[in-house]
């Protein structure tokens, strides 16, 4: 009864698979774990009649042609060698699958719905799973399972006239695979049938030209991974961020303990790190000890010229320069790299310089971070992208090569637009600014939205309460309310949304009415931290419905806030203090400027205007009682740019202007 039971689960068989590893101390052990190989296991089409239906990704829409190199409806199996050695590419819109290295891989093919990508699990199927033989190496027995899932799948796809293709990565590889399995293509051929492929060839050459060796070694090579470790252990190298000067490029910073600093001189020394690199460090001889040279070294002053270096090995190395000898006092701790830890690569904004040779498809690319060096990339549309930021990404850093190598991802737009320089000032700065996705709309409340019938909320919407806010402000998250009660007692009431533009950490404490935890809109505004402003616009942490309406008091409309009831002397001290999930009625939203015009008006007693003097009178008395405990106020004086209301280009500046109803507002909601 128990077998038949495990085989009506899906289970065909179990197994027993063996391993020998090696332990620390140079032991041989066995291991030996049970794996259980299933008859469900789907092939992962949509249209398969023969496997059940899979929830996730899965391969759809296979009567599309990609390539012409494959005229008929295909799925790509990709080669191990294929994945490892181009894994950039597969960022690549027009591939369906893209499994980069481990990392980039996971989120490829779990993480990113668009992507029409299915993981087999071979191992685990008992038609695809392989036994281990004996001598068999790890290469052998990948190739082995490649050509088993291609069988595999050409047999069970016969009825569906869809055929698997090998995709793999050199020439080599594919001449071995054509023995065993007739469909096999390289990644250089699948691409080039492809249309518009301009872009995946750019990228495709950055792997043609790393193996373009000059011959001529420029750096050290880095110690093997288990000597640093040994050394980092045994202190003769230390582990620390590699920090580029921003004085001079030929220079850099590493903290290797709490108050010691070790410094850095000349490319041979800083040896391919790249600022932000966790780096192994080796100190010097103290004969070999240097010092900061007393003068600012940029890359953009010393290539005013925007010449091409890239076929400049002329250019000396730092030993070559004569460079005028420190004093013995002068001498500072000096280091070099002997290895990288762990890289800091990102993709960068940039340009690329003025290539020497006309129509020269490899060029330098000059970051927007003047931290980072020049990037060397080769690409077909070097004409076309001249006067254009463009993203770029480091694929590696040969010891034959002064420069990195990186590839070219993408284009921004021209020079100088604004879009394209806010666009370059937000990737750079690392801030999310894409559209909502539908996951995070699906969690908003309907429209209309009516106020909810909940007891326990405090009623306030009979008091008089304004907002007092910068001119053209639609995120409303502070309210007052500011009465005379007896003669020397004042009822102070502030509602508030605090989050708003106040960071994530205060976010659930104020909206969970609308803002539940766990859900897409609580990822993707702890994605993105706070609303972000520029000149011309902002970048709203969560949608416009909750930023700008719902959870903003706006005038005349009914909203939920929460509130905190001050009963204050006319000194400023506090008797009593109540706090209240309210419902609350703004009577008035007012700018700085109107809030004061109001309060020093003297024709006007309404009782908003008489609330807000009111207020202001306490916030006076509360800033001299802070003030007289110690407080300190930091303020410096903000500027701010008049926009044209059609071409949204700046204007003028000033300087903003500072009235009493700021600090009224400061003094008061702190």
Not at 293 to 314: G, H, P, S
Not at 389 to 403: F, G, Q, T
Request: aromatic share 8%; net charge negative.
């Amino acid at each position: 009864m128990l077998e038949l039971n495990v085989k009506q689960s899906g289970i065909s068989k179990r197994v027993l698979n063996v391993l020998y590893r090696k332990t620390k101390s140079g032991k041989i052990v066995k291991r030996v774990h049970e794996q259980y190989l299933r008859n469900d296991i789907g092939c992962g089409l949509d249209s398969c009649k023969s496997c059940q239906p899979i929830e996730g990704h899965s391969l759809t829409n296979l009567v599309v042609q990609i390539s012409s190199a494959v005229p008929i409806n295909h799925a790509i199996i990709l080669d191990s060698s294929a994945i490892i050695r181009f894994h950039h590419l597969f960022d690549n819109f027009k591939f369906t699958s893209s499994p980069p290295s481990y990392k980039s891989m996971y989120t490829l093919c779990y993480d990113s719905p668009d992507r029409k990508i299915y993981v087999f699990m071979d191992d685990f199927h008992y038609e695809t799973h392989l036994d281990r033989i004996a001598g068999e190496s790890e290469e052998e027995r990948l190739t082995r399972s490649l050509i088993t899932c291609a069988k595999f799948y050409e047999n069970h796809w016969k009825q569906l006239s869809i055929i698997p293709i090998i995709v793999c990565g050199t020439a080599v590889s594919k001449e071995q695979l054509k023995k065993q399995f007739e469909n096999v293509f390289t990644l250089q051929e699948y691409i080039e049938g492809m249309e518009d492929n301009t872009d995946l060839l750019d990228k495709l050459a950055v792997y043609s030209a790393e193996c373009d060796g000059r011959g001529r070694i420029l750096f050290p090579e880095y110690l093997a991974h288990d000597m640093i470790q040994n050394g980092i252990r045994n202190g003769k190298f230390k582990k620390a961020t590699f920090q580029v000067s921003r004085e001079n490029y030929t220079e850099a910073y590493v903290h290797v303990d709490e108050g010691t600093t070790w410094f850095i001189q000349g490319r041979i020394n800083m040896n391919r790190a790249v600022n932000g690199d966790t780096v192994a460090v080796e100190l010097l001889p103290e004969s070999e000890w240097t010092c900061p040279q007393k003068v600012i070294r940029l890359r953009d002053v010393e290539e005013i010229e925007m010449k091409d270096a890239v076929d400049k090995e002329e250019d000396k190395d730092e030993e070559e320069i004569q460079r005028k000898k420190p004093r013995m006092e002068d001498k500072i701790p000096s280091a070099r790299v002997v290895g990288v830890i762990k890289r800091n690569w990102r993709q960068y904004c940039g340009m690329i310089l003025q290539p020497a040779v006309k129509d020269s498809t490899r060029v330098l690319f000059a970051a927007a971070e003047r931290l980072i060096p020049r990037i060397r990339i080769e690409t077909r549309q070097a004409e076309h992208l001249k006067g254009k930021r463009i993203i770029v990404a480091i694929d590696s850093w040969p010891r034959d090569s002064r420069y990195p190598i990186g590839h070219y991802v993408r284009s921004i737009g021209v020079a100088g637009d604004r879009e394209t320089e806010n666009e370059v000032l937000l990737l750079e700065h690392d801030v999310p600014h894409g559209p909502f996705s539908d996951a995070v709309y699906a969690c908003l409340p309907e429209v209309p939205w009516h106020v909810p019938n909940e007891s326990h909320r405090k009623d306030l919407r009979s008091l008089t309460i304004c907002s007092v806010d910068p001119p053209g402000c639609t995120d409303i998250d502070d309210a007052f309310h500011c009465i005379q009660i007896a003669s020397d007692r004042y009822e102070v009431i502030i509602s508030s949304l605090f989050f708003i533009p106040q960071f994530y950490f205060d976010l659930r404490l104020s909206i969970n009415h609308y803002f539940r935890p766990d859900t897409a809109m609580d990822a993707e505004a702890a994605h993105r931290g706070t609303t972000v402003y520029l000149c011309d616009k902002r970048i709203d942490m969560l949608p416009e419905l909750l930023s700008s309406d719902l959870c903003s008091l706006r005038e005349n409309v009914d909203r939920l806030a929460f509130s905190v009831i001050w009963t204050l002397t006319s000194d400023a001290d506090i008797i009593d203090i109540k706090f209240h999930k309210s419902l609350i009625r703004s009577s008035g939203a007012l700018t700085y400027e109107q809030a004061q015009n109001r309060i020093d008006d003297p024709s006007m007693s309404d009782s908003i205007t008489m609330g807000l003097r009111t207020l202001l009178k306490l916030s006076k008395k509360l800033k001299a009682k802070r003030h007289a405990n110690g407080a300190l106020t930091l303020a410096s004086s903000e500027i701010r740019f008049s926009i044209d209301s059609e071409t949204k280009d700046p204007i003028s500046v000033e300087e903003k202007k500072m009235l009493a109803t700021n600090s009224m507002v400061r003094f008061i909601t702190m």
